[in-house]
């Protein structure tokens, strides 16, 4: 038996199964300080027996290299409490022995989709979440990307859609992707929530353009065979054809594996990405 | 004794050296036709031995992926002759049993200058080269990327410089950053070649611009902890200084391991990184 913790900005979920993915059981609740939404955890696994392995998708920004004594270590976050918090400390004194691997969230949803979801048996895929902020996970060659710390995607800056002025919401960089297309940038532009905007409103042909100017970079950089974008603005009907659409049309048929119309997909997963990926981890983290 | 091969666009580089990277003897000649540029390294080769391994870094497009019978094969280039060309195939021919590994001539670059130049040691590294075109080899968590081709780095889309309204010169996206920040591209904007605009002409400001965002895109999207520019157009006094004070203005603080002075630098091997990179290949491709 294994054990699977996600913490989400809102919610955590933990979880015990197997190191394939397979899921026995799992728990769902609010996030709250750390040593609460730990505790949390923790209880809910000893009361399940003594794990042989923990895998853990968070939120960031966390530091990720293995090697180093600040592993699993909380950086800069606006979430009260965090910062500077030690996930991998935390669960060390919880289960003394016990191996401890820790991943970025969206990376744990990427491995997910990679190996039982969206993108299955590939191994280089992004997986995009467009929500409150924006953020991708993401294999290349079959491993998960990590770099000096991790990818911190929404914040690459992309060509304006024609006639678009909005000023962005992004606190650092005003206009950058997630600021202007993630979607407390929707709400303040339109003045209305993603979710209320029909299929066919002008809203969503300026959010193709900006995703799809994120995935032609995703493109020139990675090279992924495919892109799964998830998270609550994706949601409308049409979206991801949209998108696919727009990037076929930027990239004027040079990213050719990028043609098909399985290139950007919704994921399969939905809810359980996170948590699916928890558990994947523990074998090839 | 292993042997080495970088087929540019312009020259041809063969050597014979050892797999950590040591030259022994290397000789230049130009690119011509596939078949006499081949035949040229391997009479070269031949007269000094028998290669236990010949390590080869190519122009692209070009398959990478070494479970597919098409390994090595170029794809739609414009030099004349070499599209549908098997490079594995030929070196397969000329050496029997012989183990051939082939990567992108920016690949072999980046592994150099990360295993013997400007980005020693490290395991995220970008090169990139300004030149005809603009291109980039990558390494990720050590590896090479290649993805489901390999990067085509300079057709990702960036925002205007203000005020610039060129049309770009990339024949597939017109304003893509090779479109907008190639050799050609500044030759056709400015009337004259890069190399004959001095420091402080408005040409590097727009180019640091272009480049400092192609920079940032690869900061979100593989966070390596140095980027290498080279190429021609890399030459100019200052422009490594330049590329990186705009890359942090446009960060705004949020890239923070991109703040030192050395995150952007020149590369330390100049010329030798393509040949360099070709013989380290059959250590690690």
Same mark, same amino acid.
């Given at each position: 038996m294994i054990?699977?913790?996600e913490f989400?900005g /809102?919610? /955590?979920?933990?979880a015990?199964?197997?190191? =394939?993915?397979?899921l026995v059981e799992e ?5 709250t300080n750390p =040593?609460?939404?730990l ?7 000893r ?8 895998g853990?998708?968070a939120f960031?920004?966390?530091?990720l290299?293995? =090697? *180093?004594p #600040? ?6 976050? $606006? *979430?009260p409490g965090?910062?500077g918090f ?7 004194d919880a289960f003394p022995d016990v ?7 969206v990376?744990?949803?990427a491995?997910? #989709? ?8 590939? =191994?280089?895929?992004?997986y ?6 924006i953020?991708?996970g993401?294999l @290349?060659g ?6 000096a ?6 914040h690459l800056?992309v ?9 962005g919401v ?12 993630s979607?407390p ?10 979710? /209320?905007? $029909?299929?066919?409103? *002008?809203a969503w #042909?300026?959010?193709?353009?900006y ?13 992924p065979?495919?892109?799964v974008?998830g ?5 409308? #009907? @049409?979206f ?9 049309k930027?990239s004027?048929?040079?990213? /050719? ?9 919704p ?10 990926g928890?558990?994947l981890?523990?074998?090839c983290g």
């Amino acid at each position: 038996m294994i054990a699977g913790i996600e913490f989400g900005g /809102t919610k /955590t979920v933990v979880a015990i199964g197997h190191a =394939d993915g397979r899921l026995v059981e799992e728990f769902r609740y609010l996030t709250t300080n750390p =040593d609460d939404t730990l505790r949390t955890a923790v209880e809910w696994i000893r009361l399940r027996g003594n794990p042989e392995a923990v895998g853990v998708g968070a939120f960031g920004p966390i530091i990720l290299a293995q =090697d *180093k004594p #600040e592993y699993g270590r909380m950086l800069a976050t $606006p *979430k009260p409490g965090w910062e500077g918090f030690s996930l991998s400390a935390a669960l060390r004194d919880a289960f003394p022995d016990v191996r401890i691997v820790i991943e970025t969230d969206v990376n744990a949803a990427a491995l997910a #989709e990679s190996r039982c979801g969206a993108a299955l048996g590939l =191994d280089d895929v992004v997986y995009i979440t467009i929500g409150t902020g924006i953020g991708a996970g993401m294999l @290349s060659g079959g491993r998960l990307v990590h770099g000096a710390l991790h990818p911190e995607f929404g914040h690459l800056k992309v060509p304006r859609f024609s006639g678009d002025d909005f000023a962005g919401v992004c606190p650092f960089h005003g206009a950058c992707l997630e600021g202007l297309a993630s979607g407390p940038a929707i709400a303040a532009r339109w003045g209305a929530e993603a979710s /209320t905007l $029909p299929p066919g409103h *002008k809203a969503w #042909e300026m959010q193709a353009w900006y995703l799809a100017h994120g995935v032609l970079a995703l493109a020139a950089i990675l090279a992924p065979s495919r892109v799964v974008i998830g998270g609550g603005v994706s949601q409308v #009907e @049409s979206f991801h054809a949209l998108v696919g659409s727009t990037f076929r049309k930027l990239s004027a048929g040079y990213f /050719t594996y990028g043609e098909g119309v399985d290139f950007i997909m919704p994921p399969s997963l939905g809810q359980q990405a996170g948590i699916l990926g928890a558990l994947l981890l523990v074998a090839c983290g």
